[in-house]
């Protein structure tokens, strides 16, 4: 075990748990993040996603000792009332069905559209390609984006 010090939605978190545990498990059952979703636990369906710094990652492939200083932020830190963008562009399309990847599909999102604020339609579905939805959701995930955009209305 290790203690490590880390920021997570703007707060400084510490935990003392194996360096090698994934960033899913230190959310989830460390710190009771639990907006985090475990999905495949290899970094294929997307559900975990989090942000590091401002990029999207999948937290069950970072371990906790490479965090480092860097900020984490998940869908509890994306915004305090949930009013963000994105969440709110995802429920004025009614994008969540059965609703568990839906998490990791708004952190993808948010991360995109942070770097990029008007994409394409090709650099959505770029973006978007390495998050599963097993209810089959992509037209109106793709639609939010875009509202979330300010490209669609």
């Known amino acids: 075990m290790a203690n490590f010090t ?3 939605n703007g707060k ?3 935990v003392d748990v194996d360096p090698s545990t994934p960033m899913l498990w230190v959310l989830r059952d460390h710190l009771k993040l639990v907006g985090t979703k475990y999905g495949c636990g290899i970094a294929q369906c997307g559900a975990c996603t989090v942000h590091l710094g401002d990029v999207a990652v999948r937290s069950c ?3 906790v ?3 480092g200083n860097q900020e984490v932020t998940t869908i509890e830190g994306l915004s305090e009332n949930g ?3 994105v969440q709110k562009a995802w429920l004025e399309v009614d994008v969540p069905q059965c609703g ?3 998490a990791g599909q708004i952190m993808t999102a948010s ?4 770097k990029n604020p008007n994409p394409t339609d090709a650099e959505i579905d770029m973006a978007m390609n390495g998050n599963i ?3 089959g959701t992509y037209l109106r995930i793709k639609k939010a984006v875009k509202i979330a955009a300010g490209s669609e209305s």
């Not at 991360?111 to 942070?114: F, G």
């Open 61 to 63: 492939m970072i371990t």
């Open 6 to 8: 880390l920021n997570i």
């Open 133 to 135: 939805c097993r209810c």
């Open 111 to 114: 991360a995109l559209l942070k």
């Open 12 to 14: 400084t978190q510490e």
């Open 83 to 85: 009013d963000h963008p």
């Open 100 to 102: 568990y990847c839906q």
């Open 65 to 67: 000792s490479s965090v």
